[in-house]
Structures are given as structure tokens and as C-alpha cells.
């Protein structure tokens, strides 16, 4: 094992601008770890094919359904394909994950940290099925269920998000395949808002968000507030949901500077600030020399030290490191 000790003093400075988009390649479900139907899932229409295939969440949501009788998805035209929707059924349940951190950002819009994509879409009230739909706010393909959500950042340690507090999986808000996926509808919108309303009067009212049901990490219950999640649950109890996919919420933040300085003059665990990624006993503070001893060993997988902003830059913001 080849070992190194090293001082380490840091000074970051990022500037962030306006609305911040995740990663289009990393923002999604990258992989199922466990999928379980359960009894009484959904199947698509004519052909009686389950919605079991659990590539259909990983990626992004559906924007356009294909086929003959496909066409662009907007929230009066849902996904409803089998090799878009993913069902599970009483007793049944499902784990996503990503390939980057979940983060528990308070500059997210609403304070909403991911989003669940299911296949709920308005009902159409005025009888015009060519485009100049209206709805009264209700919708159809939200099934009678009871489901909860449940999230990790190791998939060991699970913790339930408040059901008080969390809006219906496969429910409000229908997706709309021309909105961002990263961007939450204002939970505050209800369904009588959207009372005679058109498509477009929908898109107004979305503030150019892609739908779906978000979800704040704030709401884990029996834990002190979570930093950051890598693993969601959803486990369903009654009836059956379908899920098009999830995704990350992307910051929003005003322009400013930021700005951190560490000399590790004291632990710098005790403040909170401070969070280890992997292998905790590479790194251990050293009180007498007031630095961070770094064991540098190749046989172990990645580890870092870091502070999670809780924001993502992108290439069109500037970032600086110091060291």
C-alpha cells in the first residue's frame, strides 16, 4: 500500500447564473437495482403485455410515444406503451438509482430535490380530441393505490419520506414531453387551477416543467436532515402504479459569488460541513500538525472528501479550485 500524507488547504470560488440544468447524460434513473411486480400490475392495452420491462425507467422520461398511434406526449396523451411504462403492483416494489448524488438543495425550486414521472393525463371535458382539448382539472390513469417512497444514499440504510407530505406517486402532475425534467411544477398549483383550461393555458401554468410528482428530501423521516441520496424506493401497498421514469432537480441561483477557505486548523467534521464519499478511514485529521492525513491505497474503490454545495455547474459557469 503506497501512503502519503499531505496539508491541504482550499479556497473554492464558483459562480452560478440563473437556472442551472443536471447533466442531461446523468440527471435519470442509470440503473434498477431491484424490481419486484407484485400482484396486479398494469399491462398495455390490446397487446397484454406486462409493464415489467425495467428499462423503461431508466433514462429519460418519454417525450414521444412511437408507433402508428404514437405521437408527441403532453399531459392529455400520456405514455402507455410496454416499453415505456414500468408497473408495480400490491406487494410489489421497485429501487432506482443514479450515478451521481441526489442532493438535498435548498436552492431548488421549491425546495423539491427529484422528480417521479407515472402516466396520469387530464381528461379532456369539451370533447375535441384533435388539439383543442380542455380539461376541468381531473385525470385518468392514476390508479387507486397507496405507495410509498423510500430513499438511501448507501441501499441499506432506507428512510420513509413523510406520507403526509408527499404528493401521490403516478398522480398529479400529468408529464409533458416538451417541458424540462429538471425543473418541478409549484406544488402549490391545484387541480382547479387548470379548470377549463387548454394545452396551452397547462404549459403556463407548468412554467415550462415536464410534470411529474416531486418529492423533498427534508420529508425522510427518523434521521437528521439528509445531505445527499444515491437510492429511491417506491413500495406499493394497494392497487398499482406505472412509472416513466426520474429525475433530478436542477438549482436554481441568483448570481453571486461563493466563496470557502480551509485550513484545517480544527476537525473539520464538527461544524458538519464536511462529508466523506467511500473508504472513511482514509482520511483522518491530524490535531498536533492542524492537517488532513490522506492514505492513498489503489486496491480500494474511489473515495473523496468534499462539501456538497448542493448546486451543479455546468460548462457555461465559471468555477475556480485553489490549493
Same mark, same amino acid.
Given at each position: 500500500?503506497?501512503?502519503?500524507?499531505?496539508?491541504?488547504?482550499?479556497? $473554492?470560488?464558483?459562480?452560478?447564473?440563473?437556472?442551472?440544468?443536471?447533466?442531461?447524460?446523468?440527471?435519470?434513473?442509470?440503473?434498477?437495482?431491484?424490481?419486484?411486480?407484485?400482484?396486479?400490475?398494469?399491462?398495455?392495452?390490446?397487446?397484454?403485455?406486462?409493464?415489467?420491462?425495467?428499462?423503461?425507467?431508466?433514462?429519460?422520461?418519454?417525450?414521444?410515444?412511437?408507433?402508428?398511434?404514437?405521437?408527441?406526449?403532453?399531459?392529455?396523451?400520456? *405514455?402507455?406503451? +410496454?416499453?415505456?411504462?414500468?408497473?408495480?403492483?400490491?406487494?410489489?416494489?421497485?429501487?432506482?438509482?443514479?450515478?451521481?448524488?441526489?442532493?438535498?438543495?435548498?436552492?431548488?425550486?421549491?425546495?423539491?430535490?427529484?422528480?417521479?414521472?407515472?402516466?396520469?393525463?387530464?381528461?379532456?371535458?369539451? #370533447?375535441?380530441?384533435?388539439?383543442?382539448?380542455?380539461?376541468?382539472?381531473? $385525470?385518468?390513469?392514476?390508479?387507486?393505490?397507496? %405507495?410509498?417512497?423510500?430513499?438511501?444514499?448507501?441501499?441499506?440504510?432506507?428512510?420513509?419520506?413523510?406520507?403526509?407530505?408527499?404528493?401521490?406517486?403516478?398522480?398529479?402532475?400529468?408529464?409533458?414531453?416538451?417541458?424540462?425534467?429538471?425543473?418541478?411544477?409549484?406544488?402549490?398549483?391545484?387541480?382547479?387551477?387548470?379548470?377549463? %383550461?387548454?394545452?396551452?393555458?397547462?404549459?403556463?401554468?407548468?412554467?415550462? +416543467?415536464?410534470?411529474?410528482? #416531486?418529492?423533498?428530501?427534508?420529508?425522510?423521516? #427518523?434521521?437528521?436532515?439528509?445531505?445527499?441520496?444515491?437510492?429511491?424506493?417506491?413500495?406499493?401497498?394497494?392497487?398499482?402504479?406505472?412509472?416513466?421514469?426520474?429525475?433530478?432537480?436542477?438549482?436554481?441561483?441568483?448570481?453571486?459569488?461563493?466563496?470557502?477557505?480551509?485550513?484545517?486548523?480544527?476537525?473539520?467534521?464538527?461544524?458538519?460541513?464536511?462529508?466523506?464519499?467511500?473508504?472513511?478511514?482514509?482520511?483522518?485529521?491530524?490535531? %498536533?500538525?492542524?492537517?488532513? %492525513? $490522506?492514505?492513498?491505497?489503489?486496491?480500494?474503490?474511489?473515495?473523496?472528501?468534499?462539501? *456538497?454545495? #448542493?448546486?451543479?455547474?455546468?460548462?457555461?459557469?465559471?468555477?475556480?479550485?485553489?490549493?
Amino acid at each position: 500500500m503506497h501512503c502519503i500524507k499531505t496539508t491541504i488547504k482550499i479556497i $473554492v470560488v464558483t459562480f452560478l447564473l440563473g437556472f442551472i440544468p443536471v447533466s442531461k447524460a446523468t440527471s435519470f434513473v442509470s440503473s434498477v437495482v431491484e424490481y419486484h411486480p407484485g400482484s396486479g400490475f398494469g399491462v398495455e392495452f390490446g397487446s397484454g403485455l406486462g409493464f415489467t420491462n425495467t428499462l423503461s425507467v431508466i433514462g429519460e422520461p418519454s417525450r414521444e410515444t412511437p408507433g402508428e398511434w404514437g405521437g408527441e406526449v403532453n399531459p392529455f396523451s400520456p *405514455p402507455y406503451l +410496454a416499453d415505456q411504462l414500468l408497473s408495480i403492483g400490491e406487494g410489489g416494489y421497485v429501487t432506482l438509482t443514479f450515478n451521481q448524488p441526489v442532493f438535498n438543495s435548498p436552492n431548488n425550486p421549491y425546495g423539491l430535490d427529484f422528480i417521479l414521472y407515472g402516466n396520469a393525463g387530464f381528461n379532456i371535458t369539451n #370533447g375535441d380530441y384533435s388539439g383543442g382539448g380542455v380539461t376541468d382539472g381531473s $385525470v385518468f390513469g392514476s390508479d387507486a393505490s397507496t %405507495a410509498s417512497v423510500w430513499v438511501s444514499e448507501d441501499n441499506q440504510n432506507y428512510f420513509l419520506l413523510d406520507q403526509k407530505k408527499s404528493p401521490k406517486v403516478d398522480g398529479y402532475f400529468p408529464i409533458d414531453g416538451q417541458g424540462e425534467f429538471s425543473l418541478p411544477v409549484n406544488p402549490a398549483t391545484l387541480p382547479s387551477d387548470f379548470a377549463e %383550461a387548454d394545452m396551452e393555458q397547462i404549459r403556463r401554468l407548468y412554467q415550462g +416543467a415536464g410534470g411529474g410528482a #416531486g418529492y423533498d428530501l427534508d420529508w425522510a423521516e #427518523g434521521t437528521p436532515r439528509l445531505r445527499s441520496i444515491r437510492y429511491i424506493k417506491v413500495m406499493v401497498e394497494s392497487g398499482k402504479i406505472e412509472l416513466d421514469g426520474a429525475s433530478i432537480v436542477a438549482p436554481l441561483v441568483n448570481s453571486n459569488w461563493t466563496s470557502l477557505a480551509e485550513d484545517f486548523s480544527k476537525h473539520p467534521m464538527d461544524d458538519g460541513d464536511w462529508d466523506i464519499f467511500g473508504e472513511t478511514q482514509l482520511f483522518e485529521w491530524d490535531q %498536533a500538525e492542524e492537517r488532513l %492525513a $490522506v492514505n492513498w491505497d489503489s486496491r480500494l474503490s474511489n473515495s473523496y472528501f468534499y462539501i *456538497p454545495f #448542493g448546486s451543479k455547474i455546468s460548462r457555461h459557469e465559471n468555477f475556480s479550485v485553489k490549493f
